[in-house]
């Protein structure tokens, strides 16, 4: 259990929230854009530094302030209630020489821990409904960079980051920082990215030797010995190709999600005009991956996964959406997983199924964002689920968000999901409302 939560700083950050509050505007539910304020006292900012100790003062300051309600029910335990608000306070050099540094810290808390259930932690009370957002202070990114634009006149883009870092690859389905919780998932890592000199080309490897999980200083962190390689090439507009490579091995941490996963991805525009503001265009993604058993994991399995998505698009007016995926079963022994990756974007909000069930998983879904009047953005997404094992209906769910921007660094969202399970998966409900202030 961490040490009692931490009131006055929760209730210091709801004032500063409610004093800020004046003058709403719109914000998509995406994160708003972040503005770095120069901390720099001892020269003009905007200057290259003159030193390393120049490099040092004249750097920049990030701050994130998140505020969430959450309530949350499911079948067979009590509802739970959690008002919870993360900071996160971190500041960087500026590049000296191509080296720079990094470091961040973050603190969750709340007014009653009581009111949920962290089962990773055992915070709260075991009675009620999982809501994953520990307390507690860490570090959450803390690295060096070296960075250069150009090779030896090659036009050859190269930067090395070593240290705890986020990582997020692609949509976040395999390899992801699970943004949605209050604690962040950071890699320590030493991370390479480079174009080769080749325009359109991204290529990214990392070796990855601890996860810094969701759960906070008190949670349960995995040893890796682990490698990412992503390599994505735009041949055109209407096309990027995405092979991908990534080993995991937890050790004795979490062997049951050492696996080997490989696959390619494609995603591209079609018919899309990028000077036109009310363009109308479609967009589509496709994905291919075998995964298969790795390190020490005690199950012997194969599956494969497919993602197939289509959306149309209406500049300033909204989207249409229909996609499936298919988590498949190694006849039932074992489902297709992701041990890294955000799953909380996939397979509906409620977070039924986080871990994919040993007989697998398919997924249809249909949903559509519009662009409101007064900034709102609104968007909802209906989903049916079944096994891939005997094609066993488990259920649906309806998603909602609303979402405003107050400026640049101020938004607000509302969120819920509502999750109607069958053949003995539990209904659930889960609704937020959040503000999130950034600079």
């Known amino acids: 259990m961490n040490a009692s939560p931490c009131r006055s700083t929760l209730i210091l950050s709801m004032t500063i929230v409610a004093l800020s509050a004046t003058g709403l505007r719109a914000q998509p539910a995406e994160p708003a854009p972040k503005v770095d304020i120069p901390f720099g006292f001892l020269s003009d900012p905007a200057e290259p530094p003159d030193d390393l100790l120049d490099a040092i003062l004249t750097g920049k300051v990030s701050l994130n302030n998140r505020l969430r309600f959450e309530f949350a029910d499911t079948t067979g335990r009590k509802s739970s209630f959690a008002a919870t608000n993360r900071i996160r306070l971190g500041y960087g050099s500026k590049p000296f020489h191509g080296f720079s540094g990094f470091v961040e810290m973050e603190n969750v808390a709340t007014l009653d821990a009581d009111n949920y259930f962290v089962p990773a932690t055992s915070d709260g009370d075991p009675s009620r409904t999982v809501i994953a957002d520990p307390t507690g202070t860490e570090v959450n990114q803390a690295f060096l960079r070296f960075q250069t634009d150009s090779v030896a006149d090659s036009g050859a883009s190269f930067e090395v980051k070593a240290g705890r870092q986020r990582i997020k690859l692609d949509d976040d389905r395999f390899i992801g920082n699970v943004g949605w919780r209050q604690f962040e998932q950071t890699y320590d890592a030493v991370r390479i990215q480079s174009n080769l000199g080749v325009e359109g080309l991204a290529v990214q490897y990392a070796y990855v030797w601890r996860v810094q999980r969701i759960f906070g200083p008190d949670g349960p962190n995995w040893d890796s010995d682990s490698h ?198 539990p209904d659930t409900a889960r609704v937020w409302a959040q503000t999130t202030f950034q600079f």
């Open 228 to 425: 990412f390689i992503n390599v994505s090439y735009a041949a055109r507009p209407e096309l990027r190709i995405t092979p991908f490579l990534y080993l995991l091995d937890f050790e004795d941490d979490s062997p049951g999600n050492s696996v080997n996963t490989y696959g390619v991805r494609l995603t591209g525009d079609i018919a899309r005009q990028p000077d036109d503001e009310e363009d109308f265009y479609f967009a589509y993604e496709f994905t291919y991956a075998r995964q298969t058993d790795a390190g020490d994991n005690p199950v012997d399995f194969e599956a494969d996964f497919l993602a197939v998505e289509g959306s149309a698009i209406k500049e300033g007016l909204g989207s249409a959406t229909a996609g499936y995926q298919f988590l498949g079963s190694d006849d039932g022994t074992a489902g297709f997983r992701f041990p890294l990756g955000t799953n909380h974007k996939f397979q509906g909000f409620a977070d039924q199924f986080l871990v994919t069930p040993a007989t697998g998983l398919q997924d249809l879904y249909l949903g559509g964002s519009l662009d409101l009047p007064q900034g709102i953005k609104a968007a909802a997404t209906a989903h049916r689920f079944w096994s891939d094992e005997g094609g066993t209906d488990l259920g649906s769910e309806v998603d909602l968000t609303l979402s405003k921007r107050i400026t640049p660094n101020w938004s607000v969202l509302l969120k819920a999901a509502l999750f109607d399970g069958h053949n003995g998966q």
